[in-house]
């Protein structure tokens, strides 16, 4: 899979772990047959956390009430107030094509989490991260999971 993870995608998941740290941060639903080797070393030096279990399935399984999908498509911008709500944000599907094909909306669909956006704009994923981080302001107590 070292051919699955593109140098861009290598360099936003080492500013995201750089960003909120290593613990913040899990990749989800990873192929079933994904092992470490499949990982980019420079990824496993710096910690990463990574699972093919769903991102409900972790942590002995989820409360989904408190999990934030971040969403271009919901109608509710995420809020500091948001920050007692939710201990998971999932960030995945963000960056797609333009115009967008709303990616995200599978996650929505299959998972049915409550939404929040981060405005109008796409993001790539470690700006979307930071962005969630200032609104929050105490990210280092939520989970980050990408799936």
């Given at each position: ?116 956006r981060l405005g109008s704009l796409q993001m790539t994923t470690d700006t979307a991260i930071r962005t969630t981080q200032r609104i929050m302001k105490t990210v280092w107590h939520l989970r980050i999971?990408?799936?």
């Amino acid at each position: 899979m070292e051919e699955g993870f593109s140098e861009w995608v290598i360099l936003e998941y080492t500013q995201i772990i750089k960003d909120i740290g290593k613990d913040n941060l899990i990749l989800t639903s990873l192929p079933p047959s994904t092992t470490e080797k499949d990982i980019p070393k420079r990824l496993l030096e710096l910690g990463l956390q990574w699972t093919t279990k769903e991102c409900v399935d972790i942590d002995g399984g989820i409360d989904k009430s408190k999990v934030c999908l971040l969403d271009p498509a919901a109608e509710t911008d995420l809020t500091p107030q948001d920050e007692s709500k939710f201990d998971y944000f999932v960030f995945g599907g963000i960056l797609g094509s333009h115009p967008r094909i709303d990616r995200t909306g599978l996650l929505r669909e299959k998972y049915g989490f409550s939404g929040r956006r981060l405005g109008s704009l796409q993001m790539t994923t470690d700006t979307a991260i930071r962005t969630t981080q200032r609104i929050m302001k105490t990210v280092w107590h939520l989970r980050i999971l990408n799936s």
